[in-house]
């Protein structure tokens, strides 16, 4: 427990109050010293409660202002590493899916282009076959061209599908990160420095 409060502010209002307190204390008992003890003694022991409610009142005012602006500290901090973290998360999502997005683009330009070529070639094989009068081998020949040419498709799509499904897989794990707000007031009941330990 931290017997000296956080701030000077708050450690000056409480000297101020002891020595107030003290104050009152030694002008009361130097009156009630000079007056008739026996019939004055109620207007001495009430007069000492009220000052000491009073005295109380004002020490429970000044830990709860402490409390108050350590709370709201704290608070602030938690909000600006959220907002940290969470503009941290949204950075390496961007940048991640921009990387794929490049990477998919430049495989997809360099297989389309080769895909190309070679279907191209091999259609254009076929077709000079079929002219020189083999019919069956340039048939044969555009078939494969065919082939090729869908099993190329099919396999640009499947990449397509896979990098879609990582992209929403890494998305979902960079929305794991989020936090909720949760209240960072102290419950009630505790004393002071168990309700400013973490």
Do not use: C
Not at 4 to 21: C, H, N
Request: glycine share 10%; charged share 20%; aromatic share 6%.
């Amino acid at each position: 427990m931290n017997l000296i409060p956080a701030g000077l502010g708050s450690f000056l209002r409480f000297l101020l109050g002891v020595l107030l307190l003290q104050g009152i204390t030694v002008l009361l008992i130097y009156t009630a010293l000079h007056t008739d003890w026996s019939k004055t003694w109620p207007l001495f022991a009430g007069l000492g409660a009220a000052i000491a409610v009073l005295v109380a009142l004002w020490f429970n005012t000044i830990v709860l202002a402490d409390r108050h602006r350590t709370v709201s500290k704290v608070s602030e901090r938690h909000s600006k590493e959220r907002e940290r973290i969470k503009l941290r998360a949204e950075q390496e999502r961007l940048k991640v899916t921009k990387e794929a997005a490049r990477l998919q683009k430049r495989a997809s330009l360099g297989l389309s282009l080769k895909a190309g070529l070679i279907v191209g070639g091999t259609f254009g094989l076929g077709v000079a076959m079929m002219f020189a009068q083999f019919m069956t081998l340039g048939l044969v020949t555009l078939t494969a061209a065919g082939g090729a040419a869908l099993g190329y498709a099919v396999r640009v799509r499947q990449e397509k599908a896979i990098a879609a499904k990582r992209l929403a897989a890494e998305e979902g794990s960079l929305k794991a990160i989020e936090v909720e707000p949760t209240p960072a007031l102290p419950r009630q009941g505790r004393s002071v420095g168990d309700q400013l330990k973490p």
